[in-house]
């Protein structure tokens, strides 16, 4: 079995700040991990993934993920907020093959300006 | 554009209509998903359909009923809803390999139960 938690349902940072969102798994395969967004009105769109090659996984819009299999987390970041990254973000773990995806609960990012 | 397209984008429906949500991939994949989305809760995955067999039904109620008549298209057939079915649905396609890859997802169905 394999399931997600994102450990906050929302988190705000100021315009130019850091921004991280937290992220758990469980798996009992070799995880495949992903990070989606989700703006307004909108579908899923793939921020970056993990498939057990680099630990440090780069994506678009400048954010990035590390996979720490002794933490078992895989969080994501991002080294300056901009307004159009307030969305929300969906971790997401698939077991080899990838017949089943599950998703966490996701968290929303607010953009202060 | 993520080569999934869903229509249509807004569908309201009363308890007794029927009606169908659709869903086209262009990538040339070999498998398609709904998933539905709902306020507050993760995302449920409801079917999963590769080459064209449906592998998984995640005990979604029968006034949902899936087709998939080839690998580009899926369709999702609605009867005699309820007004808790109201919510995003989301339609996703990816290639089923030994390796893992990413799905890729329409831009959903808001749909509104009366």
């Known amino acids: 079995a394999q399931s997600v938690t994102q450990l906050d349902s929302h988190v705000s940072v100021s315009e130019g700040t850091p921004v991280l969102l937290r992220c758990n798994y469980s798996?009992?395969?070799?995880?495949?991990l992903f990070w989606y967004v989700q703006h307004p009105n909108k579908g899923l769109q793939l921020l970056l993934k993990?498939?057990?090659?680099?630990?440090l996984v780069k994506g678009i819009n400048g954010f990035e993920a590390e996979f720490k299999k002794s933490e078992t987390s895989f969080h994501l970041t991002k080294p300056s907020a901009h307004m159009s990254d307030a969305a929300e973000y969906f971790c997401?773990?698939?077991?080899?093959?990838?017949?089943?995806?599950?998703f966490g609960t996701g968290t929303r990012l607010t953009i202060i300006p | 554009e993520t080569g999934v397209t869903q229509t249509p984008r807004h569908l309201v429906m009363g308890m007794t209509n029927k009606k169908s949500l659709k869903c086209e991939q262009h990538?040339?994949?070999?498998?398609m998903y709904w998933y539905k989305q709902s306020a507050k809760k993760p995302l449920e995955l409801m079917f999963v359909?590769?080459?064209?067999?449906?592998?998984e039904n995640n005990s979604v109620p029968s006034r949902f009923s899936p087709e998939c008549p080839n690998s580009s298209h899926l369709f999702l057939h609605l009867h005699t809803l309820q007004p808790e079915d109201s919510a995003l649905y989301l339609c996703?396609?990816?290639?089923?390999?030994?390796?893992?890859?990413?799905?890729?997802f329409g831009q959903g169905t808001r749909l509104t139960v009366v």
């Open positions: 996703a396609s990816s290639q089923r390999t030994a390796m893992n890859t990413e799905a890729f």
């Open positions: 798996s009992s395969y070799s995880p495949s």
């Open positions: 993990y498939t057990s090659a680099a630990t």
């Open positions: 997401v773990v698939g077991d080899f093959g990838n017949e089943k995806l599950t």
């Open positions: 990538l040339g994949h070999n498998a």
């Open positions: 359909y590769s080459l064209e067999e449906r592998v």
